[in-house]
């Protein structure tokens, strides 16, 4: 029987619904030569001779210079960081020397004050004494009964008047507001929007005057030593320093800031640091906060603080400085 036309447009239909089977695709397998021979290309290429061919130019060794010399620095300020303020130890008159003395303005001959009633501080002592100076320091203080004889001295027979250690003012300003105050002169208080309320990268030692007056009256009144501090008026006012209260004691008797500091002809690096903070009142006043806000910057400002420390800790960084020697944070 004949395949009617109908039935043939059946079988085509049904031919052409039913996909062929899927080709097989071939996937061609590299030899395990080939393999080795683009891997050892590769390291040539980005080992090799980057290594021992190719040469940096100038420019980009500068600026590898400048990161080495910038971490030498970051790992030299985390060693800093970690090292404890120096203890001076306890010593002896004849041990002992003031940094701060020079022959010029400084005391030249000894001085005996004789017949002393001494506080010494803490409570008066029971006996007259006599108080030996020599370059600066207190050589001796010893029973005026012993009558000290020096050849050549200054002796001032003082009767049993009274004579106290230096009193140290811990908060103060002068030198910071030259007397008489003036606008011009008053480097007390660093506001300004561009840092707002935390300037502890200020140092109040850039704003003494060498030159005020009042650092005299003051030394008049028996305050020999004064922490001079930034105002109040930030969270964080910036770094304080200590003066002695004499003017022009250099070897030129000149206003000179340095030769004012307390610490004046030690290293720097053994100098103390003190850093003037504020959460009260007049940060309060100034910036509109109120202490809860000021408490919350102050403590925003030590959490960056702390990713400082997370830097320097143990197993941070190892590198070798200029002079060969490997600094690693394990030795910081």
Avoid at 99 to 118: E, F, H, K, M, Y
Avoid at 303 to 325: A, D, E, I, M, W
Wanted: contains cysteine.
């Amino acid at each position: 029987m004949r395949d009617s036309p109908l039935n043939k447009m059946y079988k085509q239909l049904d031919s052409e619904a039913i996909p062929p089977p899927p080709r097989r695709q071939y996937r061609p397998k590299l030899p395990v030569s080939i393999i080795t021979t683009i891997l050892f290309i590769l390291g040539i290429q980005f080992v090799i001779l980057p290594r021992y061919v190719y040469q940096m130019s100038p420019s980009e060794m500068r600026l590898t210079q400048f990161q080495l010399d910038a971490l030498d620095e970051g790992l030299r300020k985390c060693q800093a960081d970690r090292t404890p303020p120096i203890q001076y130890p306890v010593t002896t008159a004849s041990s002992r020397s003031n940094a701060r003395w020079n022959p010029s303005t400084g005391q030249n001959d000894t001085i005996i004050l004789r017949n002393v009633t001494l506080f010494d501080g803490e409570k008066i002592v029971e006996n007259a004494v006599d108080i030996v100076f020599k370059k600066g320091i207190i050589e001796s203080v010893s029973d005026a009964a012993q009558s000290i004889l020096i050849p050549g001295a200054n002796v001032f027979d003082l009767e049993g008047k009274y004579v106290t250690p230096g009193l140290v003012d811990m908060h103060s300003h002068h030198l910071t507001n030259a007397w008489p105050l003036l606008s011009s002169t008053s480097d007390t208080n660093e506001m300004n929007p561009a840092f707002g309320p935390l300037t502890p990268f200020v140092r109040i030692v850039d704003s003494l005057k060498a030159y005020d007056y009042a650092t005299t009256v003051i030394a008049s009144g028996g305050v020999t030593t004064s922490l001079i501090l930034p105002g109040s008026a930030n969270i964080m006012g910036g770094e304080a320093v200590v003066v002695k209260n004499v003017l022009k004691s250099g070897d030129n008797e000149e206003f000179v800031v340095e030769e004012l500091l307390l610490e004046h002809g030690e290293p720097v690096e053994n100098r103390r640091r003190y850093m003037k903070m504020a959460c009260g009142e007049n940060p309060r006043r100034v910036y509109k906060h109120t202490r809860m806000g000021n408490a919350y910057i102050f403590r925003k400002q030590v959490s960056s603080f702390n990713r400082q420390v997370r830097l320097c800790k143990p197993g941070r960084s190892q590198h070798v400085l200029k002079s060969g020697t490997t600094i690693s944070a394990d030795r910081l």
